[in-house]
C-alpha cells in the first residue's frame, strides 16, 4: 500500500501543478487579449496656436508626464473640429475639449463626458461706433465669425440666425482668434465674435485696449432660456485694465462650458489622471468662477463616463492614491481579473474533494458490481463451470490488487478483498463442473456494510 499511496500522490501532485499552469496561463492570455492595462501614450486633440484649448493641453500634457504617460497634442481649428475627430475612431483621438451646444447622446454615442473645466465666453469685440447683437448696428459690416471647425463659428451663426442677421446684412469674415484680434486693431475688420476663455491671449489684449469696445449682450437671460448649454456672466468695470478703466462699464455676456470629452473605449486609468489634472489645472478661482467650482459633474451634451461619477464622489481610487500609476494600474488589472476568477474558483475548490471522494468510491463499487454479478450466477445455478467463475474472481482479485489508492480510501479496498474471498469460499463448496445439489446449498453472502456498495 505504500506504493499504491506514492503513486496516488504523485499524481495529485502532477494534477495540482499542471492546473496551476493552465489557470496562471489562461490568466495571462486574458491580460493580453483583454488589454487592461492602460496605453502609454493617447492624443489629446486641442485648438488653434494661443488659445485655451491649446494652452491648457500644454498643461495636461505636462501633468500626465509625471505618470509615464505621454500625451500627444494635435492642433485643430476648435471644438467643431474636436468633436469630429472624437467621433471617428479612426483618427487615433482619445481626448479633447468640446463646447457645450455641439451634440447629444443620439448624435455621439460612442462619447463619454469627463465633465466641465471651465467658462468659454463670448465676446463681440468692435472699433468706431456702438456695435450690439442687432441688425441695424450690424448692417454692412465685416464681421469674423472663427475658423470653420471652430465654436465660435457655430455659436455665432446660430445666435445670428436667432435674430435675423445673415450674409446679406454682413460680410462675415473666417478669421481665428489672434487674426481676428490684429485684423480688429489695425481697422481692417469692424467686429469680432470669438468663443474664447478669459486667459485667451486675445481677448486680454483686445480687452485692455483703449481702441477697441467690448459689446453687451442686453438679452444675456433671454439666450441662457432659449438655449440651456449657455449662462449669463457679469464682466465688472476695469478688469481689463485697471488704469485705464477698461471696460469702462460692466459687461453682460453669454457663455457656454466646455468639457473634456473622451471616447468610451478610453482605459479607466487615464481617465483617472485626466480627472486628477482637471482638478490642478481648473479648481483655482478665477474672474467668472470660484476656487473648486470646476471641474463640475455637469452633464451638459454628452452623459459622465462611470469613472467621472466615481472621481466627482470619492476621488483617486485607493490603489492610485497609495501606489505609483503603473504599479495601480497593473494591480487593478489583476484585481479585475482574480476577482471573478476567485468567485468561480471558491466553490470548485470547496467542490473538488466531493468529487474526488466520489471518483475514489466509484472506483471501488465498479469492482463491486462485477462481484455481484458472480455471486448472481452462482446463487442462480446457472450452470457456468465453477472453474470459469474462479478465473473471474482471479481476475477481479487481481485488478483489486493493483489498483493505486490514497491511505484514506484503503479500508474500501480491503473490504472488497474480503468480500472476494467470501465469494470464492462458497464457490468451493460446488462440485467441480456444476451446479450445487440442493443439500450442498449455502447461506448467501451476508448484506455488505456500510464501506461496500
Known sequence: MRHERVGIGRRARWLYSATGVLITVAAVATVVLYQPLPPRTIVMTTGTPGSAYEVFGQRYKAILARSNVELRLMPSAGAVENLKRLNDPRSGVSVGFVEGGLTDAKQSPDLMSLGTMFYEPLWLFYRG????????????????????????????????????????????????????????????????????????????????????????????????????????????????????????????????????????????????????????????????????????????????????????????????????????????????????????????????????????????????????????????????????????????EARANHMRMPMSFAHLLYGLRIHIDLVRARLRQFPQGGPLRASEEVEPLAPRTRQGP
Open 129 to 396: 461706433r456702438t456695435l450690439t447683437a442687432q441688425s441695424k448696428t450690424l448692417q454692412g459690416k465685416k464681421l469674423s465669425i472663427g475658423l470653420e471647425g471652430s465654436a465660435t463659428r457655430a455659436l455665432a451663426l446660430q445666435l445670428l440666425a436667432l435674430i435675423g442677421i445673415d450674409q446679406d446684412v454682413v460680410q462675415l469674415m473666417s478669421l481665428g482668434d489672434t487674426e481676428s484680434a490684429a485684423a480688429l486693431q489695425k481697422g481692417d475688420i469692424d467686429g469680432a465674435l470669438m468663443v474664447a476663455a478669459w486667459d485667451t491671449p486675445a481677448v486680454r489684449q483686445l480687452l485692455a485696449s483703449s481702441e477697441i469696445e467690448l459689446a453687451s449682450f442686453p438679452r444675456a437671460d433671454a439666450y441662457a432660456a432659449l438655449y440651456p448649454f449657455l449662462t449669463k456672466l457679469m464682466l465688472p468695470a476695469g478688469v481689463g485694465n485697471m488704469a485705464t478703466n477698461r471696460p469702462p462699464v460692466s459687461v453682460s455676456l453669454i457663455t457656454p462650458k466646455a468639457s473634456l470629452i473622451v471616447r468610451k473605449d478610453l482605459h479607466p486609468g487615464i481617465q483617472h489622471l485626466l480627472l486628477d489634472a482637471a482638478s490642478e489645472i481648473h479648481s483655482p478661482g478665477g474672474i467668472f468662477q470660484k476656487a473648486g467650482q470646476f471641474p463640475a459633474p455637469e452633464q451638459v451634451d454628452l452623459p459622465l463616463s462611470r469613472d467621472a461619477i466615481h472621481f466627482y464622489k470619492s476621488g483617486l481610487p485607493f490603489l492610485m492614491r497609495s501606489f505609483p500609476f503603473w504599479l495601480a494600474a497593473f494591480v487593478a488589472s489583476w484585481l479585475v481579473l482574480l476577482i471573478p476568477l476567485a468567485g468561480v474558483a471558491y466553490p470548485l475548490l470547496r467542490l473538488a474533494p466531493a468529487v474526488y471522494d466520489w471518483s475514489m468510491r466509484h472506483r471501488i463499487h465498479s469492482l463491486y458490481g462485477e462481484l455481484k454479478l458472480i455471486e448472481v450466477e452462482l446463487e442462480a445455478n446457472s450452470g457456468h463451470p465453477v472453474q470459469d467463475l474462479d478465473a473471474r474472481l482471479d481476475r477481479l
